[in-house]
């Protein structure tokens, strides 16, 4: 059975309640319950978790470490900014996928750098809210890989 955490930065609680056109009108309930769905298909256990707070955020994946297989991150605005996450993340050497609901790369040019992406496996973005399930698939393949 994989152990996987599905881990949601700043502003994601707001999901489906404002700018739908960036990013869909799905609330982060429905996205949480849409992975939980996962769980019979993809032989995981599949837990979310949510934070606006850098520090939370990091405690989450220390936390993980030894008690999951693999994060799937949406850092949100942290992405690009947060060398602190960044090195969370090399500190606890679990393969992470990064996750954005919008295409970052076809933004603006501030959400173009990801300091996520020096650690992630690899990142999957600009498929809205579906982008979730598939990072939980591609995560889920390559540890079933190993
Ligand atoms: O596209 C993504 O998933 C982002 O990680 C979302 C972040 C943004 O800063 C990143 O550049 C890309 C922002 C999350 C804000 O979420 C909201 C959702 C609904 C309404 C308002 C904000």
Redesign the pocket.
Known sequence: MLRLLVLN????N??????PE??GSTTLAEVEAMCKALEGELEAEITCAQSNHEGVLIDHIHAAKGTMDGIVL????Y??TSLALMDAIASVELPVVE????N?HA?EEF?HKTYIGRVALGQI?GFGPAGYPLALRALAGHLRSK
Do not use: D, K
């Open positions: 930065g700043p502003n994601l707001l999901l489906g309640t404002r700018q960036v990013y949406n850092a949100g605005a992405t690009h996750l954005h609901v919008s970052i933004r959400r973005c």
